[in-house]
């Protein structure tokens, strides 16, 4: 059983920066492909940033791809998502997610964590 902690939530201004880190445990974090996800107030979970299990290969949604940023440390089991130039739209739960198969669908991920509050003021 894969447990995932997030981090690094907080209250940001328009146009800053903030990290997000997930930390896993009970498994072999290199098995898995990591996820980043995000439900904002009224919407549905919505699909963020994924990085394959071994050649760290990124995958990023429209509105994130060239502000946020995912990597992964398999010798820390640890993933984290930069993200930069925030919005008031970014504002949301971030959650972090794994399984062995690569997906942007949040169905497909078997193991979750509970999620970090972004929030993003104008």
């Known amino acids: 059983q894969v447990q995932l902690v997030e981090s690094g939530g907080g209250l940001v201004q328009a146009g800053g920066s903030l990290t997000l880190s997930c930390a896993a445990s009970?498994?072999?974090?290199?098995?898995?492909?990591m996820a980043w996800f995000r439900q904002a107030p009224g919407k549905e979970r919505e699909f963020v940033a994924a990085?394959?299990?071994?050649?760290?290969?990124?995958y990023y949604t429209d509105s994130t791809r060239g502000r946020f940023a995912i990597s992964r440390d398999n010798t820390k089991n640890t993933v984290s998502l930069q993200m930069k130039l925030l919005t008031p739209e970014d504002t949301a739960v971030y959650f972090c997610?794994?399984?062995?198969?690569?997906?942007?669908?949040?169905?497909?991920?078997?193991?979750w964590g509970q999620g970090t509050q972004v929030t993003v003021s104008s």
């Open positions: 997610a794994a399984d062995r198969q690569l997906s942007d669908t949040q169905s497909r991920y078997a193991y």
């Open positions: 990085i394959s299990w071994t050649l760290g290969n990124t």
């Open positions: 009970g498994g072999t974090f290199s098995d898995y492909a």
